[in-house]
């Protein structure tokens, strides 16, 4: 048997844990489980009891689906208010003839020196490059001879006080955390690839309330923003227009919409009742419209976003997050980002 690995993620509108075996380099999923989220708004605790029972419900699903008791995890964390900074060090070798791992260790050591953990707390430590001597841009530094060390790393820190109030759920829902990724991190090992670790991209996850945009240079995070719109905007514009209670105007979003109306059916029609009681006919067109409307201004943030944050050229554009997953939301990105985006 491998290792087993619990990974936990507390959403807006749901909480996610994933239980996988690792292999020697593949991973099987044991169990994977995702439950409403109560008392959790953009990754930030709101209400701590009801984020309690909300863990607690989850991590009882996946235990009885496992037979066994869950008690250590990975928090997935958004990196929301995060900071990233790239930052220096150097280090005198301290045998010449071979560079080992403690001395990467007192590089990175050097780099994470004057930063500010008082109210921040950090989260990764990721080299870019090493130069030993006058020999740049090294990826592995160890075995090589030289006399000095020199490093360029990427920090990214989280406020403690969000943070820790998600740990402490965590321990009062009976699970220790073993250790914290940005949820960012998992949206881009979900497409790793040789491709993608050789250029500069962007990540789009258009989550329940809000949008995180990723930049990614080589395989490691170095810019992030939150757009505050998400999926439960699409929710309210459909209740708005239509006088629907959310439970409603999420399913036709879900089940009858389409991403772009041009591609809808004026014919088909979908009967409900309104807030009122009356009953109504909705035409697939007429919400298609609504939802594309909001789905249009969700990507044209995102894109005015990307330009914000990096004036680099851009190789890949991926969408991710439930909103993607909607009838004809690949012609939509197209329309919006041409061949450089996908889902």
């Known amino acids: 048997m491998g290792n087993i690995y619990t990974g936990i993620e507390l959403g807006t509108d749901s909480i996610k844990v994933v239980v996988a075996e690792k292999d020697g380099q593949q991973f099987h999923v044991l ?44 928090a997935c964390v958004p990196p929301t208010d995060c900071k990233m900074d790239i930052v220096v060090g150097s280090v005198d070798v301290l045998d010449s003839e ?9 590089v990175l050591s050097d780099a994470l020196k004057g930063q500010d953990f008082k109210e921040y707390e950090l989260i990764t430590a990721i080299p870019i490059s090493f130069k030993v001597d006058d020999n740049e841009n090294i990826k592995d530094p160890k075995g090589m001879n030289g006399e000095i060390l020199d490093t360029r790393v990427v920090v990214s820190t989280l406020p403690k006080e969000g943070l820790y109030r998600i740990l402490e759920v965590l321990k009062l829902s009976g699970v220790e955390t073993v250790d914290v990724a940005f949820t960012s991190t998992g949206d881009y090992f979900t497409i790793k690839s040789p491709k993608y670790d050789s250029v500069v991209g962007a990540i789009i996850n258009i989550g329940e309330s809000s949008t995180n945009v990723s930049i990614f240079n080589k395989g490691i995070q170095i810019k992030h923003s939150i757009i505050p719109i998400g999926s439960c905007n699409v929710d309210k514009d459909i209740s708005y227009i239509f006088k629907l209670n959310g439970k409603d105007s999420r399913k036709l979003k879900e089940t009858f919409a389409v991403s772009v109306s041009n591609y809808a059916d004026s014919n088909d029609i979908v009967e409900v009742r309104d807030n009122d009681g009356e009953k109504k006919e909705i035409t697939q067109l007429g919400v298609s419209k609504v939802v594309e409307a909001r789905l249009r201004e969700i990507l044209r943030f995102s894109k005015n976003e990307i330009k914000n944050l990096t004036n680099r050229e851009i190789r890949y554009i991926i969408i991710t997050g439930g909103l993607s997953e909607l009838a004809g939301f690949s012609y939509l990105i197209e329309e919006e980002f041409g061949s450089l985006a996908k889902v």
């Open 98 to 106: 071979k560079i080992t791992g403690e001395d990467v260790s007192n």
């Open 31 to 74: 169990a994977s489980v995702s439950s409403e989220s109560l008392g959790i708004k953009n990754g930030q605790i709101h209400d701590t009891k009801q984020a309690i029972a909300s863990v607690k419900k989850a991590l009882k699903q996946v235990n009885e689906m496992l037979g066994v008791k869950i008690t250590k995890v990975i």
